[in-house]
């Protein structure tokens, strides 16, 4: 029997977090620069799983 892994993860980029926030990619840059944000750094770029993303936004009270 083949052992399958089906993982659906989904990425948020930090176009689709400017778009969210409302705010210039130097903002959004900082956030994924912050320790306590759970950014994915992929190559270049920057990503954040969208469950994590919404954990964060539900415990953060200050942007």
């Known amino acids: 029997m083949k052992d ?15 778009k969210l ?3 210039g990619n130097q903002k959004i840059l900082e956030l994924f620069h912050r320790p ?3 950014s994915i750094k992929i ?3 920057f990503y954040v799983k969208k ?9 953060r009270h200050v942007f």
């Open 4 to 18: 399958e892994m089906n993982v659906d993860i989904e990425l948020c980029s930090t176009k689709y977090c400017r």
């Open 21 to 23: 926030f409302k705010c």
């Open 36 to 38: 306590d944000f759970p």
């Open 43 to 45: 190559g270049r770029a």
């Open 51 to 59: 469950s994590a993303l919404e954990e964060y936004l539900n415990h």
